[in-house]
């Protein structure tokens, strides 16, 4: 199979998690630390590190450090426009 077919398939995968999908979607539009999305999701805090853990070792996420915090953020335009395709809001 194709490379790049098997890189998307991986991709939606992962992506096939809705608190995943809500955590992309809400970063197509800013980044953001992990409190911010915790409390916006009003999730646990644990649950939230762990779909960053996941998303961010399969190369949907790029982390970096800002003072004491780290900022998360989509790797790529890729991600922002499927957000927009699918629609998906916060």
């Given at each position: ?28 539009r800013e980044d953001a ?36 915090r780290v900022r998360y ?18």
């Amino acid at each position: 199979m194709d490379g790049d077919l098997q890189e998307k398939a991986s991709l939606l995968r992962v992506l096939g998690h809705p608190v995943r999908l809500r955590i992309v979607a809400g970063l197509a539009r800013e980044d953001a630390c992990v409190k911010d999305i915790w409390e916006c999701l009003e999730i646990p805090q644990a649950v939230v590190s762990q779909h960053l853990k996941v998303m961010k070792e399969h190369g949907i996420l790029e982390a970096r450090r800002d003072g004491t915090r780290v900022r998360y953020a989509l790797r790529g335009e890729m991600l922002a426009e499927l957000v927009r395709i699918l629609r998906l809001a916060i």
